[in-house]
């Protein structure tokens, strides 16, 4: 009885000393190949694990707010994912020292499109239509001014009935466009004067509507250069991942996602089909499945950088395990072996 006794005794203590590291897949840092995972955090943390002689257990979740809210209730002891560090889960968690520091960035689709499939979507499109309406109404304003000044001297071009708009319409257009048929002129001085004001007044319009038209034709819109904020407002088509640091980027701009993805590979598969314009998430994350995916020719990754983040290894509040980790975890990213590792995931070494 008493060897049977410490034998649970033991048994139970290893059980509370192997520890629940809580991961959602997200290559490069966590990489899952059927049961085995791999990815700089994993590798960092057995590395961390094996020197303090720890027990460790994978715990598989959907995303970061899983993770999150797990380490609130202790259901894990850590997540090695890395999570960007904000003041929000400072307060709410223990952080470790930041072992990585990456951006926010955005991929678009450079896919090639047929030219004539772009011409007519951009034809019909909602901008495009109101630019053509804006000088319809225009031209009608001017003619319509025209008509009531000349249609009761000038009768047989002008005619006095509502016909008579259509008249000056007809000349308002013609005039416009330099065509010069002659068939409708204005005889009366103030209509001349009008006339004059018009013609150059249609120069301008024209040539501002000429290259307005051009480039609204032949813009093609998947190929979008992305510079600042205000460039990713101006997008129609955003896409983001629920949970991410990403999305709470956008939302704290004022930027409003319109598609929503359970992981960073549906999405890039969706931009590389042009489902969706950009995509905004890590940039690490985005340069390593771009390249992994093979979708260099499809997907372009923007060289852009916004939302600096330092990111860490998060524990619940009052962690004991806090205070061996970060000793040992700033010792390894110290150590050269820190920048074999970063090679071996084709990370950028600073």
Known sequence: MSFLSLSLFFGYSQELETLKVGVKVEPPFVIKDGDEYTGLSLDLWKSIADEKGVNFEIVEYNDHLGLIRALDFEEIDISINPIHVNEVRLA?????????????GVATSQAEQSQVRIFLNNFFSRQFLRLVLLLVLTIFVFGTILWLVERKHNRRQFRPNILGLFDGFWWSAVTMTTVGYGDKAPKTKMGRAI???WMFTAILIISGFTATVASTLTVNSLSRTIEDLQDIRNVKEIGSVHGSSSEDFL????????????????????????????????????????????????????????????????????????????????????????????????????
């Not at 709410?92 to 926010?104: C, G, I, M, N």
């Not at 359970?262 to 042009?274: K, Y």
């Open 92 to 104: 709410l968690l223990d952080v470790t020292q930041p072992f990585y520091v990456s951006f926010t």
């Open 195 to 197: 006339a004059m004001i």
């Open 251 to 350: 939302k704290q701009n004022d930027i409003k996602a319109t598609v929503f993805y359970d992981n960073a590979e549906d999405a890039l598969l969706a931009l590389s089909a042009q489902k969706v314009e950009v995509f905004v998430y890590d940039k690490t994350v985005l340069d390593y499945l771009i390249g992994k995916m093979k979708l260099q020719a499809k997907v372009s990754l923007l060289p852009v950088n916004f939302n600096q983040q330092y990111k860490s290894f998060f524990l619940p509040k009052n962690s004991k395990e806090l205070e061996w980790i970060n000793p040992i975890l700033v010792r390894k990213i110290n150590d050269k072996t820190w920048h074999g590792l970063l090679r071996k995931y084709n990370l950028q070494i600073d």
